[in-house]
């Protein structure tokens, strides 16, 4: 029966380089160019060699960005993992505090967070009806609830063993462990959900949960997995964090969902669900490094870096809206 | 079946609900700790949490067009922080210039909120989320980099919480004037029912010509209103003012309108039950430290356990409500 | 003063890429029941929605008793009178009866809602339709019948002077439609001009008196009632002899492939069996909310039966997902396009591969090569007008998006197809090709199970015909001796004691 009219319909597809140019991601590298040449002339010791030295301490977020990505790609939101991160580092300091390997310790931050997002994927699966904001909200306070509670009266907790730590944040040559990390598992997450059937399956879940279910996709397991993955990796965060300060207290990932979350959608990735990628998250997550690394060594606050974080997250997302509304406006007057 | 009709009705309304939780912790704790059930405690408790109960009463309004804010703890610290200032290098010294400027400050606020999600169709979380930041940033500016309003810098003004009218304190006499306002504002006027209407079903309510966005700024308005309010209570009532205060406190306001039975998706929710969610946690961290072997230390971790009780209760209550709506359709 | 309380002339209406309304006229009289008719899609709808303001005609110009009117909003339209009761009432769900009867014109004393005068005022309204509950009830919890006495509450309550029903019986049983009958009489006899849109001819004969009918976004003509053969009106809806509409080829009927043995789920459909044969199209009908579509949906894993059992080709299965349907060969091409059936969003090629995406992906990676042209073969293959696989699905017109849908079900082996409304919001020509495809599939020796609710569809396509009724199978027919009167018999509330519960 193939073709009765003989129709033929074009497959191939147009130029990539075209479309990348054209795209948000493209804006956004020419926006961490502007950004390097501000920060160059801004602070004189704003260099390659400065950079490498103070990043590690803003990279573990990126860690976050990438199944927040994910989350935010189904159209969902967890703002429950800076509390995750919380209860992970302090797991981790007090399981290195009783003399084991740091195999062990390592192992016991992943368990800890994996478990805590596993919570979250459970109820969230579970109770499908329930809003991931109110469920992540409950769980937000109970994760940093235990910490404090574990942590008691004087709510903080040093590493004493900090060997292992320390290797942590190592380097090879000038470039610390934690950025290879960043760039592997960022290329990883990329890759997943851009190539990959699983990638694929994310994105039909959050353009359009009931037709992704009735065309067999298991919605519920995928939903689960990236909830779950997103409490593991709130635990490496946590190493990484306690690689640079030696301990954990209350306060510890305070607002880390926050910025995770601004992270991804600066870099074009939709709350709404089914749109952007890894690769644009994670040129924002670089520019932003860079506006504080470069902004920190003149002493700038970082309230104020949180300031300008705000207004372009908001202009980001507002302003695309915004320019739609008024060329529809001029479409409906001609 | 007379008794059967009564749980019926406690179960079918929210609120009845929520009362008979409240009256049931007051008598546990009261028989714990005799002291909690005087007059002086109930008012030092009404008092320390005069901010959030006030808030929960933007955040109904909000949540019941289906959005969110958590900016507003952001514009707490601004607003407070702004009369802080200005009582501290006596540029005003006014306790009710200080209240206007507050009010005017937070509403400013609120309406900038408003306006991007009503008119930039950023979603609510992301909005609020980037006036998070930026209005906390703001209030650490205007303290000059983190500087304090101490007690001894806010002169007259922190008079205000101490000061007794009829035997209660200023604060408290807000609280209720505000409730009174909402509950009157929200049941009996038309305002009031656009905003649950537009919360119920957005497209009807445009067919039907009302004006959605003018709606979703008027209840982010309102918010910044409140936050505002929020911050000179705060500053009166903690004799201080700090760029960091209240940070992180927005759950609980959100968390008193979810115990409270507000829907995050819009259209449920009533003043009474926002009062009483208040209400609920209030209770619950102040009765904490009386009971034996629980600590101030175990308040998040069992707020956080209720809110989650409260849901999930709430879904199987419903699931259970459909399935037998279900088994009595006749075929 | 005009003869007619509402005249409309030479309307156009156009959307991006289609005509819906060409040059289309009405004229209604005052105190008359006017029934619409057309097939799906033939603009009813949008016609209906220009008169009530909440589209606006390209061309052409509206009377209101004599008066040129240019509504600009839906609020225009209120304020002159003109109400309009959807099939799926637009209510507050979370608000109170007398709210919703009240919105935007509340009963108001010192700007102060009066609860008590505005509900006792419902309830004297409700009261004159015979309602069985209270205004202080919840809308969430009312029936669609009950939310539909609602709307037209809310209808009086404006006094308005022209009402629109549409398709106000679709989703009701005989007894609640009896009730509607009574409550229009009712209007009527206030003077009230009624619109009325319906697919039932009983509910035609019944109310109206004069009919106008679309078709393909043109005026066909208008016809007095008692005038008219059931004959001729369905040659004016459909503008053909039907016959050459279904091009139902002979197929040898091979093994069973589907039998549903005593399927039941509390509250949707009880002890429902039939099976279906490999090149056999089994037509699945009724009314409404009759169930037809939950008994699907429980056989393919979507909800979960609470007794009964499915066989595969003999042998029992219990499938939990849609995924697990699939992977045995079990297809459903849901309802709603544009919520169940389509990602819209996306291009045609990525929906028709999303739910086979996985069998030619190499370790987990997309072959994005191989997922192109295959999509290309599979639209080609069902004829899809579209110039290429990478344009969004929303671009399409409905029947050219069921065929993107159909071709998700051609992606992989299946054994069984069950396609429910494939030709709802379809126009005529491209309902012809789907029956062609239909067809096709079942030539090749898929078992079809095709549920649909218009009856020359069913009469036509169908090998043997089930009739459900209010969760129930009600009978069964051969294709031979099914007649329009007797399924409309099954399909309708009677006794469940028909012919041939059970084959």
Redesign the interface.
Known sequence: ?????G????????SPVKQMIFSWEGILVLLFIAVNIFCANFSEFYNLKSLLRQMPVYLAEIFLMLPMAYILVLGE?DISVGSIVCLSATMACIVSNTGAPFIVVILAALLVGTACGAVNAF?LTQ?E???P???T??????????A??VL??GGSISVTNTEGFSALGGKVGRIPYILFLVLILGIIAAV?LG????G??VY?IG??R?????????VQKIRFIIYTLMGTISGLCALFLISSSFGANTTTG?GFE?DA??MA?FGGIS??G?KGNIVGGLISAFIIVCLRVGLGQRNI?P??I??I???L??GA???P??VK?IQKKAKMAK | MEKKSFMKKLTGSREALLAVILVLLFVVITIISPSFLTFKSLTDMLKNNAVTMVMSLGMLCVMLVGG?DISIMSTLALTGMSIGMLLKYDHISSTFLAFVIALAIGIACGFLVGL?IS?????P???T??????Y???G??VSH??EWASAAALGKFKDFATTKFLGMSLVIWVIIFCYAVFFVFMKWTTLGRRIYAVGSNPSAAEVSGINVKNIKLLVYTIMGLLAGLGGALQVSIYASAM?DMQ??GE?DV??AC?IGGVS??GGRGTVLGALLGSLILATIAKALPLIPFFDQ?????????I??VV??VN?VL?RTADKNALKGREM | MSEYVLELKGITKIFPGVKALNNVQFQLKPGEVHALMGENGAGKSTFIKVITGVHKAEEGEMYLFGQKVDFKGPKDAQEAGIAAVYQHPTSYPHLTVAENIFMGHEIKKNHMIQWKAMNEEANKLLKQLNADFDSTAEMGTLSVAQQQMVEIAKALSTNAKIVILDEPTASLTKRESEELYRIVDQLREKGVSIIFISHRFEDMYRLASRVTVFRDSQYIGTYDVDGITNADLIKAMVGREIKDLFPKPEVKIGDEMLRIEHLSRTGYFKDVSFNVHAGEIVGLTGLVGAGRTEVVESVCG?TRPDEGKVYLEGKEVHIK???E???KGII?L?EDRQ????????G???NVT??T??KY?KK???DEKTE??L???L???V????????QPASSLSGGNQQKVVVA?ALSQEMKVVIMDEPTKGVDVGAKAEIY??MG?LAKKGYAIILISSEMPEILGMADRIVVMCNGRKTGELDRGEATQEMILELAMEKGTSGKGAAK
Request: charged share 15%; proline share 4%; with cysteine.
């Open positions: 029966m193939a073709g009765k009219s129709r033929s319909i074009n497959n191939v597809p147009k939101i109820v109770f009806e329930l809003p904001m109110i469920v909200l409950a769980t937000q306070i109970i994760f940093r609830g235990i404090e509670i008691g009266n997943i190539k990959c059937t699983f694929r399956r039909a353009t359009n009931l037709a992704a279910y009735y065309s067999g996709i298991h305070n926050m979350i601004a959608v709350s709404t089914g606050h309230q104020v949180l300031l974080i705000g207004v997250l908001i997302v507002g302003l809206n915004i509304e | 969110i991007v008119r930039a169709d950023v979603p979380i992301i909005a989320m980037g006036f998070m930041y930026i906390r940033a703001m650490y500016l980099n983190g760029p940070q992180g759950m959100i968390a979810v995050m998706s230390l175990w308040l998040n971790t069992i707020k956080g356990v809110i989650l849901v999930v879904i419903q | 979507i997902q849609p995924s349907a699939m992977e459903l849901p919520k169940e059936g389509l990602i819209m969003s996306w045609l090629g990525r999303l739910p995406i996985s992906a987990g990676f997309n192109r042209d999509a290309k073969k639209l080609e293959e004829d899809t007008k579209a110039v290429d696989i990478f998700k062609a495809i096709d």
